[in-house]
């Protein structure tokens, strides 16, 4: 998969007595973190307003700007700590959410970091081994299995001390380092690579949905102004048509996820139709849940069938605005929780089916986002929708033609941009793996 990598085992090896560790080699010593490091909180007090702030995240410690909105915001950083090049870091908090543990490697000179981060220092000016070490315990969710049984368990800086690491030369900890740089940035280049090309399926696959559903698939047809502010020239014989004309409007039940039952009735919530797996053409097993049969008997307004539409009426950031479900299914399900029924009153599957591509477009949605109210929640209310304008095709033939074409069309996009992924989710299954061989002495380095 890689090329000129220069790898071995060592001669002989030894029981760690680490479960997560296993073989070491015969001469590699273990000893506690604590051996190592020390753990250091320094706060910044009034000096914060002349220190740069840091963060960690998922892909390592960053610059933030201080007037960044996203997340919870402290109103003023005097209770920060300094963090500073090569110091390590962990966010070592909500351990039974695994993607909120995280770990980070300094490489700015000074910073500012959330008190509820441990810092680790030591008196080396090359902390890379280590933090590649401590990268592989958190890529195999080691930390999230030592936190404890709580919701919200952590381990706080006494626990980190008492891991076992190992006490390696500084000349071997510096092979390593060098060697897993060269061979995770090779890695880290080919993922970018696939992540761009990923995207510019996606673009491609959005252009070709914009072009069918508001030009058609006649190059050669003659154009008209829509007159209306999201769109240019339609096909002469299309028809612009407000929801309210076209569609009945419905609300969802008030559920909630203490009313969810393992089998019931089927029930579509905000959570799906917010979900990423959601595509808006289709409901997929993952997007369905269940509430008790009783609510089937007590809320038939909230029932929604095949040809209908589940809009979500609010959306924690602006571009979920408009995002929807299509029953495209022969079943009865419910709207749950935050959600606008658009039933269909012409009982007709083909126009719901080229409206749900329509509702995928970036010209259809900016004109509801330029409707919607909030801040931090948007509000996307019945009126809204039902002035919203959509583009009609002048036959159910040409609607089919053109739902027709995309189902191919974006299948096709969509199995490539899946082949995409299983390439990267292959190279990062590898990163992590030669990771972890190479920091516990599984493959022996050699320069």
């Known amino acids: 998969m890689l090329q000129n990598e220069i790898t071995k085992r060592y001669d002989t090896y030894k029981n760690s007595c680490v479960d997560w560790i296993g073989l070491i080699p015969e001469n590699w010593k273990l000893v506690k973190t604590g051996r190592i490091f020390r753990n250091i909180k320094e706060i910044v007090g009034e000096k914060s307003v002349s220190t740069e702030r840091l963060a960690l995240t998922l892909n390592g410690v960053i610059k933030r700007n201080k007037n960044d909105a996203e997340g919870l915001q402290p109103e003023q950083f005097d209770g920060y700590q300094y963090l500073r090049k090569n110091q390590l870091v962990f966010k070592l908090i909500d351990l039974e959410n695994v993607n909120t543990s995280r770990v980070g490697l300094c490489p700015f000179d000074e910073g500012m970091v959330s008190p509820a981060y441990i810092v680790l220092q030591n008196n080396s000016n090359d902390n890379r081994y280590y933090h590649y070490y401590f990268l592989s315990l958190w890529h195999n969710e080691i930390f999230n299995h030592l936190g404890g049984d709580g919701v919200r368990s952590a381990l706080n ?19 390593i380092a060098e060697y897993l740089d060269k061979k995770c940035g090779e890695v880290d280049r080919v993922v970018e690579t696939e992540k761009s090309v990923i995207e510019k399926l996606k673009e491609y696959k959005q252009s070709v949905i914009t072009e069918a559903v508001t030009k058609g698939l006649d190059k050669n047809a003659p154009l008209k102004d829509s007159g209306i502010e999201w769109l240019n020239k339609i096909p002469q014989n299309w028809n612009i048509e407000k929801l309210k004309n076209l569609y009945s409007f419905g609300k969802g039940l008030s559920i909630t996820k203490e009313d969810l039952t393992e089998s019931g009735i089927s029930v579509i919530s905000y959570g799906q139709i917010h979900s990423k797996t959601n595509t808006g053409t289709c409901i997929t097993d993952d997007l369905i849940r269940f509430v ?57 599957y083909i126009f719901g089916k080229y409206l749900s591509y329509l509702f995928k477009t970036i010209q259809w949605r900016t004109q509801v986002r330029s409707r919607v109210n909030g801040i931090k929640v948007y509000s996307i209310s019945q009126k809204i929708l039902k002035e919203i304008t959509v583009l009609v095709p002048n036959t159910q033939e040409e609607q089919k033609r053109i739902t027709d074409y995309l189902d191919k069309k974006c299948s096709e996009i969509d199995k490539a941009i899946v082949d995409k992924e299983q390439v990267i989710e292959k190279f990062t299954e590898y990163k992590k793996s030669l990771i972890y061989e190479c920091v516990t002495g599984k493959k022996r380095v050699v320069v």
């Open 157 to 175: 800086a006494k626990d980190l001390l008492n891991i076992p690491t190992f006490d390696l030369s500084k000349e071997m900890q510096k092979q």
């Open 292 to 348: 008790p049969e009783n609510y089937l008997k007590n809320n038939p307004q909230s029932l929604v069938n095949k040809g209908d539409f589940i809009f979500a009426d609010t959306s924690e950031d602006i571009e979920g605005a408009g995002n929807c479900v299509f029953v495209d299914k022969e079943m009865t399900l419910f709207a749950g929780y935050h959600s606008i029924i658009l039933r269909n009153k012409l009982f007709d």
